[in-house]
Structure formats: structure tokens, C-alpha cells
């Protein structure tokens, strides 16, 4: 069983749509949880984390984590071209700034 | 907000030459940096964690002499790929951790290809 489970996409939707991003992890010892933003041939940019189950919110952005189910999400509302990306979720045992575990991304086209 | 830089962003060479990536944080310190090889289509995979003036520390299976660290100053750690070969090719990324937020941030990448 692979550490980080991650559909890769690609994933298209119409702009405006709701869209909703999942990892599943099997490491007990993954305390922390992140979703980066990858634009092609571009280093990850850190758009949310969080350590505890339950719901984070940043603008148009939500993370849910289900530590009980080894589950997390990455909604996006109201989505717009500029979404168009490969999203990776990460988990590390001891912090964001810690060794990191990626899943190995999935691919977004928001289209007009 | 934070900004890491690397550089070059592409690089091409010959079999058997040995090329440096230079990552740098540019508004902060960073006592602690890290290595990132990716594949197309493929995750991250870390090679290696940087601490300023100690020994890098290498993933398993990553071979430490291929793959040379150096982290001479807060705010600059290079990677040196010795003795290229063609399955080196790939995207490396560097990141650096942000003391403040505690987080990482990283650099835009560079892609080798070894012909």
C-alpha cells in the first residue's frame, strides 16, 4: 500500500464550478497536512495546512482533514482559469517546515 | 512573502560533466534547506535535507556521492551532480525553511538534461 494515494487527474471543469481534491494517506505518524499549487515547469507554492481534523478556510479555498478516516480535501469554489494546476497534497510527522510526503499530484483545467 | 531563487532554470550537458544548482533564500534565513528531484507527471521525491554548516542528510537510496550538498551560509545551498549521466535528467527543486512561519518554500526549479 503506497503511503500517499492521489488520483492524478487530469480534472476539468467549467469556470465558476466547485471542485474538490482528495488524498488518502496510511501513516498514523502524518500529523501535519498541506496543499500546494504546481504550475507547469514552476516550483510548489504552499496554498493551505493544517493539524487538526476538521475544516480550514482561506478565501476560496477549503481544507478538510478526517484524521479518523486518513482523508483530506481541497475544495475550491467559485473556480477560475487561473486554478489550472497540479494540486499535491504533502503530510509531514512533525511540522510544515519538516521532511515533507508528497502524493503525486492531480492535474486541474478550469475552462471558460 | 518569502522568495527562493535557483539557478539555472535549465541546464544541459554532456555525459560525464558535473553541473552545480545553486538555491538561494532571498529575503530570509535559512538554517535548514532541502532537495527535491520530480519526474514528469510524478511526485516529489526528497533527496536530501541541507543544515548550514553540518553534513547533508541523504534520503535512502540517494547516493551521496553523486549528489554533492554543500549549505555554506544562511542563505545559499548548492547541489552539485557529478559525473552526469543521462538517467540524471530530471526536475530538481529546492526548497528553504522560513524560520517565522515554520514553513517551506520553494524555489521555481531546474531542469537537467544530460544528452
Known amino acids: 500500500q503506497k503511503e500517499v494515494e492521489q488520483d492524478p487527474g487530469p480534472l476539468s471543469v467549467p469556470e465558476g464550478a466547485i471542485v474538490s481534491l482528495n488524498c488518502t494517506y496510511s501513516n498514523s505518524a502524518f500529523q501535519y497536512f498541506m496543499w500546494y499549487r504546481q504550475y507547469s515547469r514552476k516550483g510548489p507554492e504552499l496554498l493551505m495546512y493544517t493539524y487538526s481534523s476538521g475544516n480550514k478556510e482561506d478565501g476560496r479555498f477549503t481544507a478538510q482533514v478526517d484524521k479518523s478516516s486518513k482523508y483530506i480535501s481541497l475544495f475550491i469554489r467559485d473556480s477560475q482559469p487561473s486554478d489550472s494546476a497540479t494540486y499535491l497534497c504533502a503530510f509531514s510527522g512533525t511540522g510544515t517546515a519538516s521532511k515533507l510526503t508528497f502524493g503525486t499530484g492531480t492535474r486541474l483545467q478550469v475552462t471558460l | 512573502g518569502a522568495v527562493v531563487s535557483q539557478h539555472p532554470s535549465r541546464v544541459i550537458c554532456k555525459s560525464g560533466t558535473s553541473v552545480k544548482i545553486e538555491c538561494r533564500s532571498l529575503d530570509f534565513q535559512a538554517t535548514t534547506m532541502f532537495w527535491y528531484r520530480q519526474f514528469p507527471k510524478k511526485s516529489l521525491m526528497l533527496m536530501a535535507t541541507s543544515n548550514e554548516g553540518s553534513k547533508a542528510t541523504y534520503e535512502q537510496g540517494v547516493e551521496k556521492d553523486k549528489f554533492l550538498i554543500n549549505h555554506a551560509s544562511l542563505t545559499l545551498s548548492t547541489l552539485t551532480v557529478t559525473s552526469a549521466h543521462p538517467e540524471d535528467s530530471s526536475f530538481y527543486i529546492c526548497?528553504?525553511?522560513?524560520?517565522?512561519?515554520?514553513?517551506?518554500?520553494f524555489g521555481p526549479g531546474t531542469r537537467l538534461t544530460v544528452l
Open positions: 526548497s528553504a525553511r522560513e524560520p517565522f512561519t515554520d514553513t517551506q518554500y
